[in-house]
């Protein structure tokens, strides 16, 4: 069975590919490559060079996809502890956990020379923006008093990955600082 929207088989071969060439551009990463071309990301994904040009436009849509996926798979399942307090909190601490790993930090730098020119939007963005209007919503819906996506982008969010670029220093309680300003700017 297909999936209609890809047209690819869930867990298939295509699954397995994409995998391959994820861990091979994640290998090329850590080893401090400079230049990551797709004939050496399929020799070390042990995939055909044209499998990458078909799938990817160019070795920067293919560094997106691969940091994407790196820098938001922790983080998905969002905290209710049952006050936005604690679950802003949770969910900041373990995006900066994640994103404080060396091999996170490389991919997040990847991704900011690969989106060079790249403005219009984020998809890491976008997810932490859907991310955080779920944890708003629920304290919303608790009665709680709650920030706006945006301040939550823009005062947590934002500092913690600015932070990472950059190689400064950020630990739990810097994480949480930045939870207990924009929680001021509730309305």
């Not at 802003?88 to 900011?112: G, N, Q």
């Not at 008093?145 to 500092?159: A, K, M, R, W, Y």
């Amino acid at each position: 069975m297909t999936d209609q929207t890809t047209g690819s088989r869930p867990g298939g071969r295509s699954s397995r590919v994409r995998e391959a060439v994820h861990a091979a551009v994640g290998e090329l990463l850590a080893e401090g490559a400079e230049r990551i071309t797709f004939p050496v990301v399929a020799e070390r994904a042990g995939v055909n060079p044209t499998t990458l040009y078909r799938r990817w436009s160019d070795v920067d849509a293919l560094l997106e996809e691969v940091t994407v996926a790196a820098l938001t798979r922790d983080g998905e399942n969002l905290p209710d502890g049952g006050s936005l307090s604690e679950d802003l909190a949770t969910w900041a601490e373990t995006i900066r956990r994640d994103i404080s790993r060396p091999a996170r930090s490389r991919y997040l730098r990847a991704m900011v020379g690969a989106r060079d020119g790249l403005a219009d939007s984020c998809p890491v963005t976008d997810l932490r923006a859907e991310q955080a209007g779920r944890l708003l919503a629920a304290a919303a819906g608790r009665g709680e008093p709650v920030p706006t996506v945006e301040q939550v982008l823009d005062h947590v969010v934002s500092p913690l990955y600015y932070r990472i670029v950059f190689g400064l220093d950020v630990d739990a309680a810097h994480a949480r600082r930045l939870t207990d300003d924009v929680l001021r700017m509730a309305t």
